[in-house]
T-cell receptor
Framework: KQEVTQIPAALSVPEGENLVLNCSFTDSAIYNLQWFRQDPGKGLTSLLLIQSSQREQTSGRLNASLDKSSGRSTLYIAASQPGDSATYLCVPRRGGTSYGKLTFGQGTILTVHP | DVKVTQSSRYLVKRTGEKVFLECVQDMDHENMFWYRQDPGLGLRLIYF???????EKGDIPEGYSVSREKKERFSLILESASTNQTSMYLCATTRQGGTQYFGPGTRLLVL
């Protein structure tokens, strides 16, 4: 059974810092991996999707890397802003009929203060 | 633009009532899912569907049922609501191999 661990559990930083959020997963036989953010009381917003054949994916100030063989992914946030404050979730996914059965970790709660 | 909508943002029901939560997507995705989210437990899968009229149990299906009569609509039914079903309910959709999209969530309170 897939287990997902995200470190740190919580992070509080001043605006402008570059951040690294870490994710590790136990079952490396994944199809892809998706990073989400969740604002309090809201649904999840997709940030990046990395296919298992890719090493990284970039969108604006966000960069996600994937090391499938070691079961690790990293989300890098450049020049953090208060609007980045949210919970960040890393979700590795298997293929086939298990594709949508996501396993969530507890996430990293990020607070960026002005 | 991708759109997943849920019928209610907030809902208050009484113990024993039958509760319907509805999710609608406009992306023609085959796969739809219902999760619940609770503090300290994260998101847990209740039921999912790979096609119309098809459904499979997730990790915590007890006390719930689902209906998928049309591709764009996936309903979660609480047959007899109980206080331990007070939670945030999230619907999601995906095409096989693609990004998963979530609805805004329904916060249900069972009194």
């Amino acid at each position: 059974k897939q287990e997902v661990t995200q470190i740190p559990a919580a992070l509080s930083v001043p605006e402008g810092e570059n951040l690294v959020l870490n994710c590790s997963f136990t079952d490396s036989a994944i199809y892809n991996l998706q990073w989400f953010r969740q604002d309090p009381g809201k649904g999840l917003t997709s940030l990046l999707l990395i296919q298992s054949s890719q090493r990284e994916q970039t969108s604006g100030r966000l960069n996600a890397s994937l090391d499938k063989s070691s079961g690790r992914s990293t989300l890098y946030i450049a020049a953090s802003q208060p609007g980045d404050s949210a919970t960040y979730l890393c979700v590795p996914r298997r293929g086939g009929t298990s594709y949508g059965k996501l396993t969530f970790g507890q996430g990293t709660i990020l607070t960026v203060h002005p | 633009d991708v759109k997943v909508t849920q019928s209610s943002r907030y809902l208050v029901k009484r113990t024993g009532e039958k509760v319907f939560l509805e999710c609608v997507q406009d992306m023609d995705h085959e796969n739809m899912f219902w999760y619940r989210q609770d503090p300290g437990l994260g998101l847990r899968l209740i039921y999912f569907s790979y096609d119309v009229k098809m459904k499979e149990k997730g990790d915590i299906p007890e006390g719930y049922s689902v209906s998928r009569e049309k591709k764009e609509r996936f309903s979660l039914i609480l047959e007899s609501a109980s206080t331990n079903q007070t939670s945030m309910y999230l619907c999601a959709t995906t095409r096989q191999g693609g990004t998963q999209y979530f609805g805004p969530g329904t916060r249900l309170l069972v009194l």
